[in-house]
């Protein structure tokens, strides 16, 4: 019994935690050679190789987006800091306050998201100018729902976030303020933005790997 | 000649022994045998992901192309994957044959020379 559950934690794992093509012959493969007389260890053994291989060879394919995103993200207080100094967040705010409420609060708060969201745009046109070899594989429709990941991921990991800060006092906007080169907030608004990023990079330039060729005949 | 070098695919240890297990194997060229031979030939335990992780790099550079099999209950329904070679596999094998053999063959015969 205690041997079945074990197995079945280890299938499980195998099922959730592995990518690629060939991941249901994988799990056969397994499931073929256990019932052949193998020990649950052996089995574990397998599954939790199988996992670490996996997941190296998917950090691999993205380690590129991954450091731009990172870095790209870490790049937010220059940003923030210069469309403070053009003025453009303080003077749309200003002529939307007059306007009636709820619409002033909404249009404050949507002042609040464009340059953020310019930032991760931004970051995601530079990448695709990096990488012109990709671009074939970009279609419009692809990189306007690219676009629109991006910002719902943005949406989705910053309420995330917010909440989590709520308790302890701290909020995201003090961060485009004062303290905006160092401290816990300058990471937790980064995270988001890394996350956007990341998505919307990963969404418009899947990777395609596949290569076709014809067997050997006889 | 350059234009050789660029076109050919360099082998790695482990991506030249699965070729050669699935040309050994044929037909029956799945992930349990070869697993299985794998560990035969050298002598430890083989990662069944580590096979499939290489069979995935080979198909990506064309040597081997794979088709779905039968499923068994002991396999829990899931379909085999066969691999078999293609052309430009086969190439590459008799190429790395070829270039290894000549390594080989300017190298001294005996271990202590060799040392």
Redesign the interface.
Known sequence: MKQAKSVALASWLLKHF?F???R??????????L??GRTTN?YW??VL??????AL?KSRDYLLTLLFSLAWSMLYPAWRLAFTRINLTHLLPQRWAAIDLPYSTGLQGIAEIIPVLLFVWLGLFLYLILRPEKLSDLSPVRLLASLSISLNTLFIVTAGILLYLKPSGNGLGDVSSQNLHSNFQLIAICIPLFVSLFSAIAFALPIS????????SG | MMEDMREHTYLGEFELMLLLTILHLGDEA???PL?RELAILRGR?V????V??A??RL?????I??SLGE??P???G????YF???????KSVTETRRVLSKLWKSLPSSKEELA
Do not use: F, M, N
């Open positions: 592995t690629g093509p060939h249901e012959a994988l799990t056969g493969d397994l499931s073929e050679e019932h052949s052996w053994r397998q190789s199988a996992i670490a291989v996996g060879r790997r596949r290569h076709s060729s014809a067997p050997l | 799945y992930g349990v697993s335990d990662s069944i992901g580590s499939y992780a069979l995935d198909e990506i550079k064309g040597l192309t794979s499923s068994t002991e396999r829990g899931r379909a085999k994957r078999r070679i293609t052309r430009q596999g086969l």
